[in-house]
């Protein structure tokens, strides 16, 4: 069946995967023009990441005769996000929220303003104190 994959910011993607219940199951060749992965020995990568595929679970990522790689256990295995919608067989992949918790420390970084009398303020010299910050653009 021709499934559409949007995979996060990347154009939509027209292959012929099967979808089972919440399995995504993508050719092996339509893998890297869908989503940017590839399958490498060490697992499923991209750029310089790789993903190991648990060995106990190989099955659920893997098949052999054609082969397929299920993407939605890629990305549920990530922590992203997996819609599909059935009728139109089109499946949709978020970013992961772990690179968008904001800032591990809860520090705010260091910087410097002038006041209207020229005199430079940075956001250091308040630390410990509570500060209350405006910004406006004209725009």
């Not at 052999?64 to 990530?78: D, K, Q, T, V």
């Not at 970013?95 to 303020?121: I, K, M, W």
């Amino acid at each position: 069946m021709s499934v559409t994959i949007l995979y996060q910011a990347r154009l939509p993607y027209a292959a012929e995967a099967v979808a089972e219940g919440d399995n995504l199951w993508v050719p092996a060749d339509d893998l890297a023009p869908a989503s940017g992965w590839e399958l490498r020995p060490e697992g499923a990568c991209r750029g310089d990441v790789c993903v190991p595929t648990p060995r106990d679970r190989q099955g659920e990522f893997l098949r052999e005769s054609p082969a397929r790689f299920n993407l939605a256990a890629l990305a549920r295995l990530l922590g992203e996000p997996v819609i599909h919608e059935d009728v139109h067989g089109v499946w949709s992949f978020g970013e992961s929220a772990a690179p968008r918790t904001g800032t591990p420390s809860l520090q705010a970084p260091d910087f410097a303003l002038p006041d209207l009398a020229g005199h430079v303020h940075r956001l250091a010299e308040y630390r410990g104190r509570k500060v209350f910050l405006v910004f406006w653009a004209s725009w």
